[in-house]
Nanobody, 115 residues
Framework: QVQLVESGGGLVQPGGSLRLSCAAS????????MGWYRQAPGEQRELVAT???????NYAYSVKGRFTISRDNAKNTVYLQMNSLKPEDTAVYYC?????????WGQGTQVTVSS
């Protein structure tokens, strides 16, 4: 069983930064991929960033150049560094893991970008 726990969300002003963490209860080095998704009220869940076992990364166009996904295999933790935050980044951010043929999701952490 894979459990994912996000942390690091909060309230930040436009232009500010936050760093989200996702701690996994397994060896993330063996996961096929991990990523971050977000969902705003009344909106569908959307992909923010992903990272594969080989280290390849992908980003949503809306966050490219502002967000960076990374991982620390020794700590079994994936990070999302969010810079130059905009109000439209406000959402619940979910950690995702693809393990073999199964998908796993964290509980989510709220990010609010507002003055």
């Amino acid at each position: 069983q894979v459990q994912l726990v996000e942390s690091g969300g909060g309230l930040v002003q436009p232009g500010g930064s936050l760093r989200l963490s996702c701690a996994a209860s397994g060896s993330i080095a063996s996961f096929r991929a991990m990523g971050w998704y977000r969902q705003a009220p009344g909106e569908q869940r959307e992909l923010v960033a992903t990272i594969t076992t080989g280290g390849s990364t992908n980003y949503a166009y809306s966050v490219k150049g502002r967000f960076t996904i990374s991982r620390d295999n020794a700590k079994n933790t994936v990070y999302l560094q969010m810079n130059s935050l905009k109000p439209e980044d406000t959402a619940v951010y979910y950690c995702y893991a693809w393990v073999y043929n199964s998908d796993f999701w964290g509980q989510g952490t709220q990010v609010t970008v507002s003055s």
